[in-house]
């Protein structure tokens, strides 16, 4: 069965650092590229970071410094890591895999997980 499944999503004080896991199964996630996303409640889907299949990582403005993304390519995952947590950084966090990370459409994306809810508490 060919899924992504998001993980590691918790409730944490604001100035915690978190890592969430995005594991592929019935494929390989290292051929594609991996996008990051969160939604909060009431608010569009956003994404968050994206990483390449050449290992190049992409960040908007509002999470660089803070957001990191990266591959474990013998765990078939793909990392996020998060730092100096913001209350403004809850929401429910997916992952998304296509084949680049600018040229892919996400909004067209269908296969979205169940996601994982990041709560942080000021």
Known sequence: Q????????????????????????????DDYAVGWFR????????????ISRNGGTYYPDSV??????????ARNTVYLDIRRLKPE??????CAADQDCIATDWNKYDGWG?????????
């Open 2 to 29: 060919v899924q992504l499944v998001e993980s590691g999503g918790r409730l944490v004080q604001a100035g915690g650092s978190l890592r969430l896991s995005c594991t592929a199964s019935g494929f390989t996630l």
């Open 39 to 50: 939604q909060a409640p009431g608010k569009e889907r956003i994404g968050v970071s994206c």
């Open 64 to 73: 660089k410094g803070r957001f990191t993304t990266s591959r474990d390519k």
């Open 89 to 94: 950084d809850t929401a429910a966090y997916y």
């Open 114 to 122: 169940q996601g994982t809810q990041v709560t942080v508490s000021s």
